[in-house]
């Protein structure tokens, strides 16, 4: 999982596995989470989303569960794939005055996929 | 192909000199973003436009100017002030009421 340091967190699977992320967020208020994708010198891809009045939502081969007690969010990518591997960033999000949502990322962490 | 594009990939800087980073987008979106990402971290927010003729700092402002004439464009350019210029830089467009913001390719900046 992400955490507070120099070197990026890395979470290394064997292919067909499946991958568990972790995200602790800080603002209580936030209340919308993404997950990107970033491949390498690329900018990050949006994967999926969820509101803080849901615990769960399901996409394609990724889940997301967010847990407002403790301030956690996770992503789970099932039957893990080479083209899988990236660095996966989360991100909290609260309203600017204006509208818009700012987010706050994380620091990444990066998946390996093993063929 | 509609989407956000940056230019250059690469873009080199003298000591002393400013440079301009480009960023379009022609995905109709209100707001832009400008952010800075440095290895192994996560992204941190320069500066944001909700509206054009309008932006706000975000939480690395100093050293970077912007400017938002147009919807679709939204230039940083990188002061001589910025003493620690090297990164990778990310912009990104949403909608006003749309949360998910979508971003460029990225610019990498190296110091000669």
């Known amino acids: 999982g992400e955490s507070v340091g120099l070197h990026l967190p890395t979470l290394s699977v064997q292919e067909g596995d499946n991958s568990i992320i972790n995200c602790a967020y800080s603002n209580s208020a936030s209340d919308y989470f993404i997950w990107y994708k970033q491949e390498s010198g690329k900018g990050p891809q949006f994967i999926i989303d969820?509101?803080?009045?849901?615990d769960k939502r399901q996409g394609q081969r990724v889940t997301v569960l967010l847990n407002k007690t403790v301030k956690h969010l996770s992503l789970q990518i099932a039957a893990t794939q080479p083209g899988d591997s990236a660095v996966y960033f989360c991100?909290?999000?609260?309203?600017?005055?204006?509208?818009?949502?700012?987010?706050?990322f994380g620091r990444g962490t990066s998946l390996i996929v093993h063929p | 192909d509609g989407g956000i594009t940056q230019s250059p990939k690469y873009l080199f800087r003298k000591e002393g000199q400013n440079v301009t980073l480009s960023c379009e987008q022609n995905?109709?979106?209100?707001?832009m973003y400008w952010y800075r990402q440095d290895p192994g971290q996560g992204l941190r927010l320069i500066y944001y436009?909700?509206?054009?003729?309008?932006?706000q700092k975000g939480d690395i402002a100093e050293g970077y100017s912007v400017s938002r004439e147009k919807k679709e464009s939204f230039p940083l350019t990188v002061t001589s002030a910025q003493k620690n210029p090297t990164a990778f830089y990310l912009c990104a467009s949403s909608t006003a009421t749309q949360e998910t913001q979508y971003f460029g390719p990225g610019t990498r900046l190296l110091v000669l």
């Open positions: 436009s909700q509206i054009v003729n309008d932006f």
């Open positions: 969820i509101r803080s009045n849901m």
């Open positions: 995905l109709n979106h209100d707001a």
């Open positions: 991100a909290e999000n609260t309203h600017a005055s204006g509208g818009s949502y700012i987010p706050t």
